[in-house]
């Protein structure tokens, strides 16, 4: 199919095909909410109607369900977000609809705005969105749920997601089993993600020659840490073993950017105690259902509070763990408040002169890795707190050490722009408000902002525009430096094959 067409043709074809798929999809959940619109009861012949079991909604997503081939639960869920996404953000549907965001994105989308009730708010919502989305490059869910949630809340701070009581549900059950115990619970996502590297970190203290696996060993690790123990004891059984006398706690930090009028403006005791409104969920399944909890609300509501009012140029009330998800102010306040959390304050470099040496001092390396959060890479998620500070233009090649010049790269994605042979690899340019700009070896081009773009803006000032030495072509023998493999991808599928096999 494709052997006479270049590189450049068939990297275009795959694109072409990813817009032609969300173009294809989007016209199906137009066709679905068309159907839905025409599918109505009259006001004069529905008198009743309202209450019957099979509505119009039931009724399309049979309908739909026949003729797409599929089960009644998955096309009502294909209606709910067809009827979402061209009644209340018809500008994201036009996005769609050009075929330049996945049916995922919208799906998390359509989730996310869900809580915005008033229609002007909404419209402003959809408007800011649909904008910016065009302009985000290749971003995973999480990181365009991020993005989301912070247009929502800079619109209508109400119609974020009940955070403060997720918090306060935090708990921890152990359940007995014959031979094992089930360990679970809900945790603030500073101490789970503690948890989770510090588990981690235990795992890598035995030798290589332990028999566990990796699960194995962070299983054992939690025990470890409820005896007391800073690392865990090897059980390779060798006399020679080298961790053997390894007595040295492994070091863990979870980093949190957060902006300090959002930490000032938090109220610590919303994370504490219970509230009445912690025991009100309801699983909303129909429609009718939710129409009528939202007349009881309508209904019910007092006079009109005045709005709330959001930090400027930030995503209020959140910070954010470097490479996960956000985490509220009043969480981080109340760790804080406790001495659990040490807060440092991250300087701007603003248009300070380049550094004299190769390795970024460790105020520019922390503020490189607060402004990008992930590597820049497009849709890597590495946090940046495991990626290598990478210069845009090599320091050899008279790079400076500037946060112009700086990001963050995982050491996958550093080797691969660093070592890849020949003059055919990947290419990027950095503009001093942190984007960059990827060219791939088919030529085409791939733009990434930093992950604290619209969650905390005031890192991504211009850090100052630099007179950057022309690109030189990559030696040819560049690859000589880049790290061996012990064997080929291929035989390390054999033996997994054959190990599997042997089970």
């Avoid at 137009?30 to 599918?39: G, M, Q, S």
């Avoid at 739909?64 to 599929?70: E, K, L, N, Y």
């Avoid at 004299?356 to 998620?381: E, H, I, K, N």
């Amino acid at each position: 199919m494709f052997e006479s067409v270049s590189d450049a043709a068939v990297v275009g074809a795959i694109g072409e095909s990813a817009r032609a798929e969300n173009v294809a999809c989007a016209r199906r959940l137009a066709a679905i909410a068309e159907l839905y619109r025409r599918r109505q009861i009259p006001v004069e012949d529905g008198h009743g109607r309202e209450l019957w079991r099979i509505d119009p909604w039931e009724a399309v997503a049979a309908e739909v369900a026949a003729a797409a081939c599929m089960t009644a639960g998955a096309a009502g869920g294909l209606l709910h977000y067809a009827v979402c996404l061209h009644e209340r953000l018809p500008r994201v549907a036009a996005v769609f609809a050009a075929g330049v965001i996945d049916y995922r994105s919208v799906r998390m989308i359509v989730a996310r705005t869900l809580l915005a009730i008033d229609p002007e708010v909404m419209a402003a919502i959809d408007a800011e969105i649909a904008e910016a989305v065009r302009t985000w490059g290749p971003l995973s869910v999480a990181k365009m749920q991020q993005r989301v949630d912070g247009i929502v809340c800079r619109h209508d701070l109400d119609a974020r997601r009940r955070t403060d009581a997720q918090a306060r549900g935090r708990h921890i059950e152990i359940t007995h089993d014959r031979g094992t115990s089930y360990l679970s619970g809900q945790l603030h996502q500073t101490d789970a993600t503690l948890l989770d590297r510090r588990l981690s970190a235990l795992a890598r203290t035995v030798c290589d020659s332990d028999p566990r696996t990796v699960e194995q060993r962070r299983a054992d690790a939690l025990g470890a840490l409820a005896a007391g123990h800073t690392v865990l004891v090897c059980a390779c059984g060798s006399a020679e073993c080298t961790a053997a006398d390894n007595d040295s706690p492994p070091a863990v930090v979870v980093h949190v950017v957060a902006e300090a009028a959002a930490l000032e403006s938090a109220v610590v005791s919303d994370v504490h105690g219970a509230r009445d409104e912690d025991d009100t969920f309801e699983m909303i399944t129909s429609r009718q259902r939710l129409v009528e909890v939202l007349r009881e609300v309508l209904r019910e509501a007092p006079c009109p509070k005045a709005p709330r009012t959001a930090i400027p140029s930030a995503t209020p009330g959140f910070g954010f763990v470097v490479g996960g998800l956000a985490v509220p102010a009043s969480v981080l306040a109340d760790l804080a408040a406790r001495g659990i959390a040490e807060l440092r304050p991250v300087t701007h470099p603003g248009v300070s002169p380049p550094e004299s040496r190769y390795r970024p001092s460790v105020a520019l390396a922390t503020f490189v890795r607060c402004r990008d959060l992930t590597c820049r890479f497009p849709g890597c998620d590495c946090p940046a707190d495991f990626c290598d500070i990478d210069h845009t233009i090599p320091y050899h090649l008279g790079g400076p050490t500037h946060a112009s010049n700086l990001k963050a790269l995982c050491r996958k994605h550093h080797l691969l722009k660093t070592f890849w042979c020949g003059t055919d690899g990947w290419h990027d340019e950095q503009l001093p408000d942190g984007t960059v700009i990827w060219t791939a070896p088919s030529g085409h081009t791939y733009r990434t902002q930093p992950g604290s773009t619209l969650l905390v803006p005031t890192l991504c000032k211009p850090t100052g525009t630099l007179k950057l030495p022309r690109r030189q072509s990559s030696s040819t023998n560049r690859g000589a430096m880049m790290p061996r493999r012990s064997r080929p991808r291929a035989a390390d599928r054999h033996c997994r094959v054959m190990a599997e096999r042997r089970l």
